[in-house]
């Protein structure tokens, strides 16, 4: 997968601020943070970080804000592990779509955040 046109850094961030209420509803970080770490996005100590948060809303709210500090690369990996693992979510963030432009392999998506 490759990134064209990036944006700024805050255009990831935003975008999961808006989507918080969803993302704390439907995602599971325990299921994309592992892929994630092995993708290089997160550290072993920001997943131990995650991972010992007191319940699942917490886990989730912290690794929101981490990823959104991460810039749009993070956000474009966790997007490619989303149409894996949770597609509805995925197709969320692509219908709000308005200007980054993102190349998937097969795919293309414009994106504006």
């Known amino acids: 997968m490759v990134l064209h046109n990036m944006a700024a ?7 999961l601020s808006k ?16 892929q994630l770490v092995d993708r290089g996005v997160f550290s072993f100590h920001e997943e131990r970080e995650i991972l010992y948060s007191r319940d699942q809303q917490q886990r989730t709210e912290v690794f929101i804000e981490l ?16 149409e ?12 709000d779509s308005q200007g980054i432009c993102i190349y998937f392999i097969d795919t293309f998506v414009l994106w504006n955040l």
């Open 9 to 15: 850094k805050g255009g990831a961030s935003r975008l």
């Open 19 to 34: 989507y918080r209420p969803t993302i704390l509803r439907e995602l599971d970080v325990s299921v994309v943070l592992p």
């Open 67 to 82: 990823l959104g500090q991460k810039g749009l690369n993070a956000f474009h990996e966790f997007c490619s592990v989303l």
């Open 84 to 95: 894996h693992n949770y597609p509805r979510l995925l197709t969320s963030f692509l219908l």
